[in-house]
């Protein structure tokens, strides 16, 4: 089994910032892309920013400029380096992963619990 545990969110202000980090641990042969999505209420989940096990980074436009994902292959970690933020960007922010468990396995998407971030003053 593969666990994702997010963490980092909070509660700032408008303008500010915050960093998210999602580790995956478990059974793992291999990582290939991780992302972030966020829902905000009454919404549906979408993608903010996604990584390739290369490093390839892309983002939602409304966040680029703003965001910053990365991640450490030794730590099996991602971030999400968030700045500049407004009130739009309040929502439980998700961590995923497409992870192999084995050698020739197949790829399976894994999910964090969410983090809350709220953006207000």
Known sequence: QVQLVESGGGLVQPGG???????????????????????????????????????????????????????DNAKNTVYLQMGSLKPEDTAVYYCNAAVSTRPGSWVNDYWGQGTQVTVSS
């Open 17 to 71: 910032s915050l960093r998210l980090s999602c580790a995956a641990s478990g059974r793992i042969f291999s990582l290939s892309s991780m992302a972030w999505h966020r829902q905000a209420p009454g919404k549906q989940r979408e993608l903010v920013a996604s990584i390739t096990s290369c490093g390839s980074p892309a983002y939602l436009d409304s966040v680029k400029g703003r965001f910053t994902i990365s991640r």
